[in-house]
């Protein structure tokens, strides 16, 4: 087994201008063999997550398989590496195994591997990671809705809550592969397309986006369906290239997505193609969520198009089963008279799409 030690190397020139040893260096230095790269951006519990990994794969704390890095001063960039575990590390770096490495920072966990380590292996890494997102109980994130001032468009930067939610309990079993689909397409700044969150009310659609907003590292910018037929606006698109690979959210959108061939005559639909799989679509890179309540059938069905969309996911009730043991956790009497979605059985009071004040997705605005 391989070591972060200097011994056995290949080849010594592995260090960066910043004397620090580049994972990928390292690999083909020890193996004579360029690695596959995966990597996931999420906000992660980076020790936790390291925890997690070397006790799957058997490696003790003090192991010379593992090295830590922590910045000691950020304005002077003065940096040292461990080779023991401490409990407040940035990032860790460790070789679980032959040709198989994993570094893991506070943004995310990227993968290398040979054609020897099967490819289940690297989805198992990638849940442990999911399963060690970094929960804060307020966090600024990266939110923010387009607004119009003086015939300029602007960004106006909102504060959100993280909402505390575990997907596993709180959606039906089948999610999860739609969860995964969209979170891999966010660490591929050249996927486009259009995310499509659909269903009744009080399903858990506007958490779910609020829990994207707090564990991904990427720009969310909300845009009122008012203004999508500004998309494409040619006073709207030196804005737009400002804001490159980010993901724009469109709520409660069904009245500019109905069918054209029922008499819609919106701009709206042309503009969210061509942003999300056109050729504009490619320059930005920007995704597109896009949620409504209405039936999928009353949607235009350009925007379903196979190749078009990155994921499309219908949130209903909870199964029985799951919506009784979601109950139970959080010590709530279940009223079997009503739908089994999220909103009925926490009864409106946790924030989970609350009528009781009705603003884009809950966000207040900065001080």
Not at 245 to 262: A, F, H, K, P, T
Request: hydrophobic share 35%; net charge negative.
């Amino acid at each position: 087994m391989k070591t972060f030690l200097l011994n056995g190397l290949k080849n010594r020139d592995i260090f960066d201008h910043d004397g620090d040893i580049p994972n990928v260096k390292l690999f083909i230095a020890y193996y004579d063999e360029i690695p596959h790269y995966c990597h996931v951006e999420i906000n992660l519990d980076v020790v936790k997550c390291a925890n997690a990994l070397m006790e799957k794969y058997n490696i003790p704390d003090n192991s010379d398989q593992m090295r830590k890095h922590e910045s000691l001063n950020r304005n002077t960039g003065e940096e040292i590496y461990h080779m023991i575990h401490r409990p407040h590390g940035t990032s860790y770096s460790i070789i679980l195994k032959e040709k198989l490495f994993v570094e893991i920072e506070e943004h995310g966990i990227t993968v290398l591997y040979s054609n020897s380590v099967n490819t289940d292996e690297i989805e198992d890494i990638k849940r442990i990671a999911n399963d060690h997102i970094m929960v804060k109980g307020d966090v600024k994130s990266k939110f923010y809705m387009i607004v119009s001032q003086g015939g300029e468009w602007d960004l106006s930067e909102f504060e959100i809550k993280n909402t505390d939610v575990d997907l596993n309990q709180s959606y039906n079993d089948d999610f999860i592969y739609y969860h995964d689909r969209i979170t891999n397409s966010f660490t591929d700044k050249h996927q486009t397309g259009i995310i499509i969150l659909h269903g009744i009310q009080g399903t858990g659609k506007t958490t779910y986006i609020r829990h994207l907003i707090n564990t991904t590292a990427l720009k969310f910018i909300y845009l009122p369906s008012y203004m999508a037929n500004s998309l494409v606006d040619p006073t709207f698109l030196p804005f737009l290239t400002e804001h490159c690979n980010s993901v724009l959210i469109i709520e409660d959108c069904e009245q500019i997505l109905m069918d054209r061939e029922g008499g819609n005559t919106t701009a709206a639909i042309a503009n969210i193609l061509n942003l999300g799989d056109g050729l504009l679509g490619d320059a930005l890179g920007i995704k597109i969520i896009c949620t409504f309540n209405t039936p999928l059938s009353k949607i235009d069905k350009a925007l379903t198009r196979k190749g078009r969309m990155i994921a499309r996911y219908e949130f209903g009730e909870l199964h029985r089963e799951k919506a009784e043991k979601l109950a139970l956790k959080n010590q709530i009497d279940l009223d079997h008279g009503k739908p089994l979605t999220l909103a009925n059985i926490f009864g409106g009071l946790n924030e989970i799409e609350s009528k009781v004040e009705k603003r884009p997705l809950g966000f207040m605005k900065s001080e």
